[in-house]
């Protein structure tokens, strides 16, 4: 690429990456956020306009002295995105347009996650019903992100647990199978990104943000921005060992926090209970039920009543408030939110919270806020898709600094 064909493209993602930020700004404003003198914001904006990335917006109101400045903003129509949180057996689909208004809502797909290529296959196929829903054709779409559990550097597009279809990082394979751009992200990361974007980590600084489901997931907010470590993997708060010498783990380690505060945590301990005579509705009499007990009827059963059941949850909830507790006293944070399908079940947040106050140091808790996530299951699709729309606008691999 030219110097000035670059210079150009760099100036020209700034510009449309500070609208994606900030939704609608005035020239001044966008000369403030970018670095860029008014004359070539100007122009460049009327370039964005007339190839339909950029409309005019009306004012906020009048300004102090004289007439409002005029404003704009990203053109909705101009093309969508596309949100999919894929989960071990349920996937989350989202589509926003490039203004990130919500075109279509959360839709909650069964995939099966695995490592073959197949799935690209099934994941074409929810794709082509969530766009045909909308009525949104193939070719307005303009990116593709896509969070994964397990280990991710998205980065680098590579998923090492799942969709690790060899040589080759997985967000090139699918990208080249879409005919789009296609950004990869760690699942707890995309749900913090989510949080940071749309819910409550909104303009906060010092966020923890979990994602207590099937697993466990961390994504850091440290100084205002997502935390991700040397290689993208930072935020393992599971496979904290909380229990020396404990339950073996699908890691490798023993007596990591996610085979005790989990979805699936909650699940093992309840069947290993019951299989030792616990007293419980749950279980048939004759014990043949006993491996079919997941979390999710030891939820129902809970609700309904069930002491048994209702202990499982708490159990599960003192430990991942020890495991808070340690993050507490590291990282001193000014808010905690819990997602994930676990964490707004009843019996399971007070006692979270009681044990993460309990164990933590009285001047690092004292201040800090505990809410469960009101985005919910939307968290990780919106935050992937604004990562993608954010991707679209990339400027950090063209070094801006040495061209602005
Ligand atoms: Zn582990």
């Known amino acids: 690429m030219g110097k000035v064909r670059k210079k150009n493209l760099i100036r020209r993602n700034l510009i449309l990456r500070a609208?994606?930020?900030h939704g609608q700004l005035s020239l001044t404003e966008l000369k403030l956020h970018t670095g860029i003198s008014l004359p070539v914001v100007t122009s460049i904006v009327n370039f964005l306009k007339e190839d339909n990335l950029l409309i005019d917006v009306e004012s906020r109101g009048p300004s102090q002295a004289g007439r409002p400045p005029s404003l704009v903003a990203l053109n909705g129509a101009a093309g969508y995105i596309l949100g999919i949180d894929l989960g071990r057996t349920n996937s989350n689909f989202i589509l926003l347009d490039l203004a990130q208004n919500l075109v279509a809502d959360v839709r909650t797909k069964?995939?099966?996650?695995?490592n073959e290529i197949s799935i690209i296959e099934d994941l074409h196929r929810e794709i082509d019903s969530i766009l045909e829903n909308a009525d949104v054709s193939w070719d307005r779409i303009l990116g593709i992100g896509i969070s994964v559990p397990g280990l991710v550097q998205g980065q680098r597009g590579i998923s090492e647990t799942y969709l690790n279809f060899g040589d080759r990082p997985v967000a090139q394979v699918l990208s080249e199978r879409f005919g789009k751009p296609v950004h990869i992200e760690h699942d707890a990361k995309a749900m913090t990104l989510g949080e940071m974007w749309f819910g409550a980590a909104k303009g906060r600084q010092n966020v923890?943000?979990?994602?207590?489901?099937?697993?466990?997931?961390?994504?850091?907010?440290?100084?205002?921005r997502l935390h991700y470590g040397m290689n993208g993997y930072a935020g393992e708060f599971g496979h904290l060992q909380i229990v020396p010498d404990g339950l073996l783990c699908y890691c490798g380690k023993r007596g990591c926090l996610e085979m005790y505060a989990s979805g699936k945590a909650i699940a093992r301990n309840a069947r290993d209970k019951i299989e030792?005579?616990?007293?419980?509705?749950?279980?048939?009499?004759?014990?043949?039920?006993?491996?079919?007990?997941?979390a999710k009827?030891?939820?129902?059963?809970?609700?309904?009543?069930?002491?048994f059941c209702i202990e499982i949850i708490e159990e599960a909830a003192g430990y991942?408030?020890?495991?808070?507790a340690q993050l507490l006293n590291i990282f001193n944070p000014e808010l905690v939110i819990f997602g994930g399908r676990i964490s707004p079940?009843?019996?399971?947040?007070?006692p979270a919270i009681s044990a993460a106050v309990k164990h933590s140091m009285t001047h690092l808790n004292k201040n800090v806020s505990f809410e469960t996530s009101k985005l919910g299951a939307k968290s990780g699709a919106l935050g992937v898709a604004v990562l993608a729309a954010r991707e679209l606008f990339e400027v950090e691999h063209l070094n801006p600094s040495a061209y602005v």
Do not use: H, Y
Not at 208 to 224: A, K, R, S, T, Y
Not at 276 to 294: F, S
Not at 297 to 307: L, P, V
């Open 19 to 21: 609208l994606l930020d």
């Open 110 to 114: 069964s995939l099966n996650l695995s």
């Open 208 to 224: 923890l943000c979990l994602n207590v489901g099937w697993g466990l997931g961390l994504g850091m907010i440290i100084n205002g």
């Open 276 to 294: 030792k005579g616990a007293m419980t509705n749950l279980a048939t009499p004759d014990g043949k039920e006993v491996d079919r007990i997941d």
């Open 297 to 307: 009827r030891i939820i129902e059963a809970a609700n309904g009543g069930d002491q």
């Open 320 to 324: 991942l408030g020890f495991g808070i």
């Open 345 to 350: 079940v009843k019996f399971f947040l007070n």
